[in-house]
């Protein structure tokens, strides 16, 4: 079991629900507060409750919460888009994960968030800027097109894209960003949005590397002909039964990700097979899930 299936297991039930519509809601009560009417000398709403780190220091200690109720922008369209999109996402992410989950993983990058807001005013010469929740938001962004990349948006209401490309624009311009920015607070900010991402996904995307690297490495030695210009057939041939695609083309096989090396199976076989470990030696787990992946 998994740190966090136990952490889960333990605290599960002080998880808080629905927490995307609560943050949402708090940053609409944020936005018309700051759009009514002030007296003379008014202080705005909305810069009264950003994180600044200096500000917190001097007694205002409420802006270490509050700044999370920053509407994601001041013109009324583009906050709606805003809350719409992150109530798409994150209501997903909670279906998908269950609410303590996405609640760690926004607890996570809250507290990255902070940190790394005092940190870079702590090094940074001259008074603090305010540190934004956007990067936070963007992580949530980013996990929901881990789940799901083929999600398509419309942007303006007419293009479609699909979000697996918006996800990639995003990561290079975080990259970018961290490697021209003029000031450490936005460098500090994208390493606190990429921290909870990468410990959620991090196991993932090297199984995924690896599986590339597995992939890669059968085709080219299945595929001997590309060193002569030509291009063969990939041929896929079940260990267990000796079935391949070249006499059953309507079979479908899969290349077991627990198994050592490359291991081929077909469908029937891929549920029920002694997983090779390592060579010589067998996980005896007959009946456990292959875990194939598609080649």
């Given amino acids: 079991m998994s740190l966090l299936s136990r952490l889960e297991s333990k605290f599960g039930r002080y998880a808080v629900p629905n927490l995307t519509v609560f943050l949402i809601a708090g940053q609409v009560v944020a936005y018309l507060a700051d759009s009514a009417p002030r007296g003379p000398g008014g202080a705005a709403v909305?810069?009264?409750?950003?994180?600044?780190?200096?500000?917190?220091?001097?007694?205002?200690?409420?802006?270490?919460?509050?700044?999370?109720?920053?509407?994601?922008?001041?013109?009324?369209?583009?906050?709606?888009?805003?809350?719409?999109?992150?109530?798409?996402?994150?209501?997903?992410?909670?279906?998908?994960?269950?609410?303590?989950?996405?609640?760690?993983?926004?607890?996570?990058?809250?507290?990255?968030?902070?940190?790394?807001?005092?940190?870079?005013?702590?090094?940074?010469?001259?008074?603090?800027?305010?540190?934004s929740n956007l990067f936070l938001y963007g992580s949530?962004?980013?996990?929901?097109?881990?789940?799901?990349?083929?999600?398509?948006?419309?942007?303006?209401?007419?293009?479609?894209?699909?979000?697996?490309?918006?996800?990639?624009?995003?990561?290079?311009?975080?990259?970018?960003?961290?490697?021209?920015?003029?000031?450490?607070?936005?460098?500090?900010?994208?390493?606190?949005?990429?921290?909870?991402?990468?410990?959620?996904?991090?196991?993932?995307?090297?199984?995924?590397?690896?599986?590339?690297?597995?992939?890669?490495?059968?085709?080219?030695?299945?595929m001997p002909g590309r060193a002569h210009g030509t291009r063969g057939p990939l041929v896929h041939e079940c260990r267990i039964c000796g079935l391949t695609s070249t006499n059953s083309p309507r079979t479908q096989f899969r290349y077991c990700s627990r198994c050592d090396g490359d291991r081929c199976y077909c469908l029937e076989h891929l549920d029920d097979h002694e997983h090779v470990v390592a060579e010589g030696i067998v996980e005896s787990e007959v009946g456990s899930r292959g875990g194939g992946h598609d080649e």
């Fill in 46 to 131: 909305l810069e009264s409750i950003q994180l600044i780190p200096q500000q917190v220091l001097a007694g205002e200690w409420w802006r270490v919460v509050t700044f999370l109720f920053v509407p994601p922008a001041t013109n009324v369209l583009f906050a709606f888009i805003g809350w719409y999109l992150f109530y798409l996402m994150g209501t997903s992410l909670e279906a998908n994960w269950g609410p303590f989950r996405y609640s760690v993983y926004l607890a996570i990058g809250y507290l990255a968030s902070v940190v790394a807001a005092f940190a870079s005013w702590s090094v940074a010469a001259g008074p603090a800027l305010p540190a």
């Fill in 140 to 222: 949530v962004f980013l996990a929901f097109a881990r789940f799901y990349p083929e999600f398509v948006l419309y942007i303006m209401f007419v293009l479609p894209v699909k979000i697996k490309w918006l996800a990639w624009l995003t990561w290079a311009t975080y990259t970018w960003n961290f490697l021209t920015a003029d000031a450490w607070l936005p460098r500090m900010m994208i390493v606190a949005a990429v921290l909870n991402y990468l410990l959620f996904f991090g196991h993932d995307i090297l199984r995924d590397l690896k599986h590339g690297h597995r992939r890669l490495r059968f085709q080219t030695r299945a």
